[in-house]
């Protein structure tokens, strides 16, 4: 899901100033307000006005709605990474609502908005990660190493020759080297959200300090930059998650193959 826009950004597009500057909507906006004046006088200007401006509010993108976090909808080690992200938002969110209305204020709101991009992208990486565990579920090198070990067993034998001995072979390496990257991709994720998470945790706390002890919104500076990269961190990772999901997995061979020749 793409970040959500304040509505400077979303007025500041392309659609509205296409709205804004459409020669229709301009004749439009003439025509009705001529029918207004001779309907109702000077006042039915305001009618080709108001049309004119419904015309625009209909052109400004509208924020997708945000995607429900359910960490109960993944299995650990996923759900405690969601957990404890969800928790470091609320922290967030408790220490924003008891500042003072400011500048100080609005500017923690807009980091605010960037961590919980942050949380949505700790979202999707999760399910992600799920998913790509359940893949390896189903993968068995455990078997494929037995039964590639037969093969090196039967190697002498008259007839374990032939192409499709070699090919059998290679299949089997191919399950087991998927497997094994698959272990190295889940490991990582492991390791960076929980890395992660507890950098996450750590923002919040300097948000926490800064609400109190911040004069100025030129201190917030450091803060905003870490939460970006935090989040720039987590979108790399979702998409290299995305990219070994998308990777097929290797059937494994017949098992009868071992002995065609």
Same mark, same amino acid.
């Given at each position: !899901?793409?970040?959500?826009?304040?509505?400077?950004?979303?007025?500041?597009?392309?659609?509205?100033?296409?709205? +804004?500057?459409?020669?229709? /909507?301009?004749?439009?906006?003439?025509?009705?307000?001529? %029918?207004?004046?001779?309907?109702?006088?000077?006042?039915?200007?305001?009618?080709?006005?108001?049309?004119?401006?419904?015309?625009?509010?209909?052109?400004?993108?509208?924020?997708? *709605?945000?995607?429900?976090?359910?960490?109960?909808?993944?299995?650990?080690?996923?759900?405690?990474?969601?957990?404890?992200?969800?928790?470091?938002?609320?922290?967030?969110?408790?220490?924003?609502?008891? !500042?003072?209305?400011?500048?100080? @204020?609005?500017?923690?709101?807009?980091?605010?908005? *960037? +961590?919980?991009? #942050? %949380?949505?992208?700790?979202?999707?990486?999760?399910? @992600?990660?799920?998913?790509?565990?359940?893949? *390896?579920?189903? %993968?068995?090198?455990?078997?494929?190493?037995?039964?590639?070990?037969?093969?090196?067993?039967?190697?002498?034998?008259?007839?374990?020759?032939?192409?499709?001995?070699?090919?059998?072979?290679? =299949?089997?390496?191919?399950?087991? /080297? /998927? /497997?094994?990257?698959?272990?190295?991709?889940?490991?990582? =994720?492991?390791? *960076?959200?929980?890395?992660?998470?507890?950098?996450?945790?750590?923002?919040?706390?300097?948000?926490?300090?800064?609400? %109190?002890?911040?004069?100025?919104?030129?201190?917030?500076?450091? +803060?905003?930059?870490?939460?970006?990269? +935090?989040?720039?961190? !987590?979108?790399?990772?979702?998409?290299?998650?995305?990219?070994?999901? #998308?990777?097929?997995?290797? !059937?494994?061979?017949?098992?009868?193959?071992?002995?065609?020749?």
């Amino acid at each position: !899901m793409p970040p959500r826009l304040r509505f400077r950004d979303r007025f500041y597009t392309p659609p509205v100033a296409r709205a +804004l500057t459409s020669p229709s /909507a301009i004749l439009a906006t003439g025509a009705t307000a001529a %029918v207004g004046v001779v309907a109702l006088g000077p006042v039915g200007v305001l009618t080709g006005l108001l049309g004119y401006a419904a015309r625009v509010a209909l052109a400004i993108p509208r924020n997708e *709605r945000p995607e429900r976090i359910d960490p109960f909808a993944v299995n650990e080690p996923w759900r405690r990474f969601v957990s404890e992200a969800l928790q470091s938002q609320r922290r967030f969110d408790d220490a924003l609502h008891g !500042m003072a209305a400011g500048p100080l @204020r609005d500017r923690l709101g807009e980091i605010g908005e *960037r +961590l919980a991009t #942050g %949380v949505e992208e700790c979202w999707r990486i999760a399910r @992600r990660a799920q998913t790509l565990s359940k893949a *390896r579920r189903q %993968v068995d090198p455990g078997a494929a190493h037995r039964e590639l070990a037969q093969l090196q067993a039967d190697a002498g034998a008259p007839w374990a020759t032939g192409p499709r001995l070699e090919q059998t072979a290679q =299949a089997l390496r191919a399950q087991i /080297a /998927a /497997a094994e990257r698959m272990d190295a991709v889940i490991a990582d =994720a492991i390791g *960076r959200l929980r890395l992660i998470d507890a950098r996450l945790d750590e923002s919040v706390t300097r948000a926490i300090e800064l609400s %109190v002890q911040a004069d100025t919104v030129g201190e917030l500076g450091g +803060l905003d930059a870490d939460v970006d990269g +935090l989040v720039t961190e !987590m979108e790399a990772l979702r998409q290299a998650l995305e990219e070994t999901s #998308g990777r097929p997995t290797p !059937m494994p061979p017949p098992t009868s193959a071992a002995g065609n020749t």
